[in-house]
């Protein structure tokens, strides 16, 4: 079981910054990749992927978010960070932190915490 805790959320300008941070606990051996999806909210949004990155450290962007987003893991390997530049409002979402396994396919998620950003 791993259990994440999200922080850094809230209200920005429009080309404003954010970071975002997540911390996870119990089981943090068990994943190999950690990554930051995103939900808005609007009718029949689904939750969609922003960045991830493996325990080597490789990344990956969602394209509307190369080359203002940043995805970074901490030293002790259990915490992932978000780093959000030139803030749209299209930005605005529910921001979950994830979890993969690439042994047994085990997801685990944050409960999310909110981004707007307002124009």
């Known amino acids: 079981q791993v259990q994440l805790v999200e922080s850094g959320g809230g209200l920005a300008q429009a080309g404003g910054s954010l970071r975002l941070s997540c911390v996870a606990s119990?089981?943090?051996?068990?994943?190999?990749?950690m990554g930051w999806y995103r939900q808005r909210q609007a009718p029949g949004k689904e939750r969609e992927l922003v960045a991830t990155i493996s325990s080597g450290g490789s990344t990956d962007y969602a394209d509307s978010v190369k080359g203002r987003f940043t995805i970074s893991r901490g030293n002790a390997k259990n915490t992932v960070y978000l780093q959000m530049n030139s803030l749209k409002p299209e930005d605005t979402a529910v921001y979950y932190c994830n979890t993969y396994s690439y042994s047994n396919w085990a997801s685990s998620w944050g409960q999310g915490t909110q981004v707007t950003v307002s124009s």
């Open positions: 119990g089981s943090i051996l068990s994943f190999n990749r």
